[in-house]
């Protein structure tokens, strides 16, 4: 099969907590659901049929959702159905599994690949993968080392996970990394073959993210200003460190008599709520203590169609976690025509160009951003030009559509290579094709040399594997 002639193929997007569906701006709505959905909007466009299977998380939800041409949102029903924090749904993962093989058995569905989308679903990914004996490419979107790495004893992911992900690493037949950065961490953290690491960033949607008149954006969102603004778009967490911008803000202030004003967008309700955002309270306790309460503008969160106008009122944009595996807000502001200052982490240090499209600095250093913000500001020709090769930058690289191509290529790769068979067949070959049945309540998933039962996996050895105990096995044959 040739990866650039590929028949329309039946995927299976897994991604367990973040639905296309669901608001973005929450704690853990972003990026990710960005992605989801652009990709699977683009391959279904390209003929492909796709089912997204993520977590119900409301009693009222559909099974199943008509989401675009070709794309369907399957709620798999697994644990309460109510909001959790994803870090809380890792024991929930035998039963996201065993639901989306009751629905693959009773729809008679044979998918051709699997594409799983975070670690507990990269989990539920390979578990398929041997029940099913479909391939599997897995999106991380974030790696826990490096989580840990930065975080800390912050970091309040479920001690397995480390664990799990270098096993997924070892099993799925391709991993995508989003920049160097990940690929790196993907092959020197976690032992990956360089040779089944991808690099496909992520994208922006430039016709809805597009250049606009700073008068008309700031007259849509009611912001009655003629001086400079900064603007931040995005979660409002610890560590994006949007303390690190209130601080630089207060410093160009104070350095320039400049009437600067920052527009923080953000949040988890639409209205700016110290209570359900702490984050937001911290930062407008700070403002207070740094005297310039009256220069920031806190907005609560917006959504996709809303945050042009807001990107738009801006004179430049700021971004300056001190950790970012990828980092979409970049990507929108350059498509927005503004620059963007960021820190040099993650996937900003890769789709900012310093000097052209905007300027990279240290994490966690205000004085720097500071003195950066100060040269953009009081610039308006270096602004414009930046802003010009940003936007110039995005529809080069950084769209949709040249995302799913990739990564229709690369599922072309992977499925010509399985079809190629490592040696010459004999009458004595093994049957690998999975045959799945209901018993009662119970998916049955049965191979010649594989019994696969809903809870757990058992090899002909007996042993059995399940997210509590042993993580992913080699394949058996």
Known sequence: MAAGHLPPLRIAFLSEHASPAALLGGQDAGGQNVYVDEVSRALGRMGHAVDIFTRRDAPDLPETLDWAPGVRIVHVSAGPPRFLPKDDLWPLMPAFRDE???????????????HGNFWMSGWVAGELRRALGVPVVQIFHATGITKRRHQGAADTSPPERIRVETDIVRQVDRLIAQCPAEQAELVDDYGADPARVVVIPSAVDTAQFFPMDRAEARRRIGLDTDGPVVVYVGRMLPRKDVRNVVRAVALLARWTGLPVRLLAVGGEKEEPDPEATPEIGVLQRLTAELGIADRVIFTGKRQPGELTAYYGAGDVAVTTPWYE????????????????????????????????????VPPRDPEALARRLAEV?????????????????????FTWQTVAERTQALYGAVLAERARPAVAPSPAAPDLTARATMVGEEVVTEFPLIRYHSGCCISPSGDLTHPGRGGLEEEHS
């Not at 990828?326 to 982490?345: D, H, N, Q, Y």
């Not at 308006?380 to 529809?395: K, Q, T």
């Open 377 to 397: 500001l009081a610039d308006p020709a270096l602004r414009d030009r930046m802003g010009r090769a940003a936007r110039a930058r995005v529809e080069c690289a």
């Open 325 to 360: 595996p990828f980092g979409l807000t970049p990507l929108e502001a350059m498509a927005c025509g503004r620059p963007v200052i960021g820190s040099a982490v993650g996937g900003i240090a890769f789709t900012v160009r310093h000097g052209e499209t905007g300027f990279l």
């Open 100 to 114: 989306i093989l009751r629905f693959a058995v009773r729809e008679g569905a044979r998918y051709d690949l699997i």
